[in-house]
């Protein structure tokens, strides 16, 4: 098993680029979150989905877009990047039984200048 | 919601001393509680986990304990090792929470050798 993948590790864009971060999971798990992380603010999460076809908001969602149309990849896309969302994005994964631990990709850092 | 509290941000300890991490919660329905290790531009990693109905687990020189009556629960490192140095997560899982966790801020611990 491959894991949790993103792609890509490193992007640099101008404000008001858009782009997608991409993530799939090959564990057929049915939960799938994005967090970012800042300097001093942890693990801050945008957008989650439960399954194929759902997906709800997090505690920042704002500038983000999610969709879920299978149930191993979970795209998270910037529509007009700003300086603000500047940062290291997470994908996570888990099966859904919520005591269950997030396995996490390896991040994507993105910097908008 | 839940709410996590973890404290101190920042911990400095001598190789072969004890560290201590303590996180609050604030949802009495909460019965996951997992512990995150992310080294230096890594991705978090789960390494070691507590169920409510537990008061202690022990996994090597690592150890969490749970107090469910004034709710909180703490990791404990013992014989630190300058590999130890990392930023700690704790999360927390409420029934309510449709699989969600809430992330304490973090604690950077630094082993000096």
């Known amino acids: 098993n491959a894991g949790v993948t993103q792609t890509p590790k490193f992007q640099v864009l101008k404000t008001g680029q858009s782009m997608t971060l991409q993530c799939a999971q090959d564990?057929?798990?049915?939960?799938m979150s994005w967090y970012r992380q800042d300097p001093g603010m942890g693990l801050r999460l945008i957008h989650y989905s439960v399954g194929a076809g759902i997906t709800d908001q997090g505690e920042v969602p704002n500038g983000y877009n999610v969709s879920r149309s299978t149930t191993e990849d979970f795209p998270l896309r910037l529509l007009s990047a700003a300086p603000s969302q500047t940062s290291v994005y997470f994908c996570?994964?888990?099966?859904?039984?919520?005591?269950?631990?997030?396995?996490f990709g390896n991040g994507t850092r993105l910097t908008v200048t | 919601g839940e709410n996590v509290e973890q404290h101190p941000s920042t911990l400095s300890v001598q190789e072969g001393d004890s560290a201590v991490i303590k996180c609050t919660y604030s949802?009495?329905?909460?019965?996951?509680f997992p512990w995150y290790k992310q080294e230096l531009g890594k991705r978090p990693q789960l390494i070691i986990d507590?169920?409510?109905?537990?008061g202690e687990k022990k996994d090597q020189r690592i150890a969490v304990t749970l107090n469910k009556t004034a709710k909180h629960f703490s990791l404990h490192i013992t014989e630190t090792q300058p590999e130890d140095s990392a930023v700690y997560f704790c999360?927390?899982?409420?029934?309510?929470?449709?699989?969600?966790?809430?992330f304490g801020r973090g604690t950077s611990l630094i082993v000096h050798p």
């Open positions: 949802d009495s329905a909460s019965n996951y």
């Open positions: 507590i169920r409510s109905n537990v």
């Open positions: 996570a994964s888990s099966p859904g039984q919520y005591n269950s631990p997030l396995h």
């Open positions: 999360a927390a899982h409420s029934p309510g929470g449709s699989y969600i966790p809430t």
């Open positions: 564990m057929n798990h049915e939960y």
